[in-house]
């Protein structure tokens, strides 16, 4: 009997089957877990926030087919940005990049015809900032006008021949405007720029602005610039100072261009009242004088749009008594040139219209406006009826529209301001860009949740809450309070630069945002709601929202909670120092702790009326220091950090020196962060990224959690 016999493959060749074949499975399995790590998301970084493109305010071509925006990028080797100008396709979303240098390009403004692009930049040799034109299908930018005290806010006029430009002019040099007096201004401003006596005088309570001095007696004025004789025709002759102490040229042109509204704070010298802006009718040839408009009301009147028909003017209006930023909703009025009246048209709306954009025909219009923590869209019936919400989510600002289409830009606690259009008959809103979307891809942001609670007075109070990174519900984690500023403004769903939630959460927070009394957006009465008593119905929200989050969210470790807040919400950190030990720890970052200091604000008038703060040093003086955290100071003992910019005019950063020598004295662990060459708020990317190392640090040594390495930075060259 024969046996068959099964013969084996060759040794050598079985083995290296086999090789193959644990080969391909390794690589089966490494694959996934590669590409896994390659996407692993990673927690956002102080230097992140610097490494984001921020799209600027849209302008939109006639036609509505294209929009041009301005997207600033910072260096932080560098310590400073550059902007560019982009042109984005409404229809396909695409992109062109229009200008290209190491400046920063911005206020673009469309000719009629669709063709040129006028804005403003300091580029090469530029010493203040000029008037530039670029053709739209492609060239070189023109600089067209230069001057002393550089160009702002330009506009066309129809036909395209000649443009409005704001500008600041030296009065008693300004003349005519001719090469002469231009000449003789350039001298004046370089001589005053090099001189060695720096000293300055004043005989008005109104002498400074956030972080620089009025006391150069310098003036605003709109010109008329024509493009092909380059002559200048000054359209505001007689104005001796600022249209506004901010220096803000806030105008709007007649559809026709014959005239502009311009806004101009009527209030006289020695300005120790409240201002009172109006709105000006300025003829745009030159030729005869300024009407007053808004005579009938001695307080807020501001951003003047003209109706597409030119035969009224819309505008915001404030009329109570009382100090700018007390809570007064700006509500919308109008303006009608044929028998001269106003007419308030959001009488009955609880809301403060913040922006104004007109559809096509002018039948109806879109308005912004603070709601419940958003700022959504809202439209309405030219004759002041039958508002609607459009766009509810996110933040929603910068409106702008032309053949009936909306562009703006809108932004969430998740993403950075991107922008968005509404297409003619749609209510849906359509994203256009995503200059970011890339590098928020690599980011573990932690969920943000919108929660209400019964707060002082049993008024329901909304916060934002955001998770860290990785959160997990069976860990324990600090809870940190984030104290907002203002007063009288909102925590909106944005994506912050500055102070921003996920920063302060990527060290291992849960952190808190109140929208507590005296919050615009959620009415105005509740906004209004802190004046006279500051502290008292905010610190109970406060306090009332950590009650909350304990009860709700069981992974909060209720024993090791902390403050922090900005300039109104340093007060208020520093009001708590002085009223509860339910913290920690707390920071100050440019707070009002006095108020006899406060004096020294720059918005003096504004803010210290006897209404807001509950007395005067001169009158009611109980009343006053009720208010003030500083006569509290027998109750300090919880460690504090305060940092400050030098350069705050707004509060003072001697409010801070003051406040650290009493806690230091007292033996309050303290300690003092000073940037020297930073206003209000911290502005430079090192200055920022710093600033941030100095807060978690700090926060740790309380709470805990994992703070981010002392950053170094390069020596400048």
């Known amino acids: 009997m024969r046996i068959a016999h099964f013969r084996c493959p060759d040794f050598h060749m079985q083995t290296a089957l086999v090789r193959r074949l644990s080969l391909l499975l390794m690589l089966l399995i490494v694959a996934p877990v590669a590409a896994a790590a390659g996407n692993a998301k990673r927690p956002i970084t102080a230097q992140d926030l610097w490494s984001f493109k921020r799209v600027g305010a849209p ?42 240098g190491n400046s920063n390009d911005g206020s673009a403004t469309w000719s009629h015809d669709g063709t040129r692009i006028a804005f403003v930049a300091v580029r090469g040799s530029d010493t203040t900032a000029g008037l530039y034109v670029i053709p739209v299908d492609g060239g070189e930018a023109e600089r067209v006008l230069e001057l002393p005290y550089g160009v702002s806010s330009p506009r066309w006029l129809p036909g395209d021949a000649a443009l409005i430009v704001g500008t600041k002019v030296i009065p008693e040099l300004a003349g005519t405007l001719d090469k002469a007096s231009l000449a003789a201004m350039g001298k004046e401003a370089a001589r005053r720029k090099g001189a060695k006596m720096t000293a300055y005088a004043t005989e008005v309570q109104q002498f400074r602005w956030f972080d ?58 020695p300005f120790v009242t409240v201002p009172n802006l109006d709105i000006y009718l300025v003829p745009t040839d030159g030729k005869g004088g300024m009407k007053n408009l808004t005579t009938d009301n001695p307080r807020i009147d501001a951003a003047p749009r003209f109706a ?30 044929g028998d001269g009246t106003t007419t308030p048209m959001t009488a009955q709306v609880d809301l403060s219209i913040d922006g104004i954009a007109f559809s096509d025909e002018g039948g109806a219009l879109w308005l912004q406006a603070e709601e419940q923590g958003h700022v ?38 998740n993403r950075a301001a991107e922008l968005f259009t509404l297409d003619p008959g749609s209510s849906t809103p359509r994203q256009l860009t995503r200059f970011n979307e890339a590098l928020f891809a690599q980011l573990d942001l932690g969920k943000v949740e919108s929660h209400t609670f019964q707060g002082a007075a049993g008024d329901t109070v909304q916060l934002w809450l955001t998770y860290p990174p990785g959160y997990d519900p069976k860990k324990k984690y600090p809870l940190l309070q984030l104290l907002h500023g203002g007063p ?74 902390a403050a922090a807040g900005a300039s109104y919400g340093g007060y208020l950190a520093t009001w708590m120092l002085g009223h509860t030990d339910a913290f920690k720890t707390l920071v100050n970052h440019a707070g009002v702790s006095d108020f006899i200091g406060q004096y020294g604000s720059d918005v003096t008038t504004a803010l210290f009326s006897a209404e807001v703060m509950g007395g005067q040093p001169w009158a009611n003086t109980e009343g006053m220091q009720r208010n003030n955290p500083i006569a509290y100071a027998k109750n300090f003992k919880t460690p504090m950090l305060i940092t400050h910019g030098e350069k705050d005019y707004r509060v003072p950063y001697g409010q801070s020196l003051a406040l650290y020598g009493i806690l230091q004295n007292m033996g309050v662990p303290s300690r003092l962060v000073v940037f020297p060459d930073e206003n209000h708020w911290i502005l430079l990317p090192q200055n920022s990224i710093y600033w941030n190392y100095e807060v978690q640090s700090w926060l740790a040594r309380y709470i805990g959690g994992k703070p981010m390495a002392k950053p170094e930075f390069a020596a400048a060259e």
């Open 59 to 100: 302008a939109i071509s006639p036609d509505g087919k294209k929009v041009v925006v301005s997207v600033q990028e910072w260096s932080i080797e560098k310590n400073k940005s550059t902007a560019s100008l982009w042109l984005v396709d409404t229809a396909s979303g695409k992109l062109r990049r229009l200008t290209h």
């Open 308 to 337: 597409p028909d030119g035969k009224s003017l819309l505008f915001t209006r404030q009329v109570l008594p009382a100090a700018p930023g007390s809570g007064e909703l700006s509500r919308l009025w109008r303006y009608t040139f």
């Open 488 to 561: 009288q403004t909102m925590v909106r769903d944005a994506f912050g630069y500055r102070w921003n939630p996920h920063v302060f959460a990527s060290p291992g927070y849960i952190v808190g945002w109140v929208n507590r009394h005296g919050s615009t957006g959620f009415g105005e009465a509740f906004a209004m709601s802190m004046n006279g008593a500051w502290g008292d119905k905010p610190m109970e929200d406060i306090l009332k929202a950590n009650a909350y989050l304990f009860d709700k969210v069981p992974a909060i470790d209720r024993d090791n909670v």
């Open 376 to 413: 959504p869209v809202f439209a309405l019936e030219a004759a002041g009826a039958g508002l609607k919400k459009i766009v509810a989510d996110g933040t929603n600002t910068g409106l702008d529209s032309a053949s009936g289409r909306l562009v703006f830009l809108n932004e969430n606690s």
């Open 212 to 269: 620089r001095n009025l006391t150069d007696n310098l003036a605003n004025r709109l010109l008329r610039f024509d493009l092909a004789s380059k002559t200048l025709t000054d359209l505001t002759p007689a104005q001796k100072r600022l249209f506004m102490h901010s220096g803000e040229v806030s105008f709007d042109l007649a559809p026709d261009g014959r005239q502009l509204a311009l806004v101009i704070d009527s209030a006289p010298a």
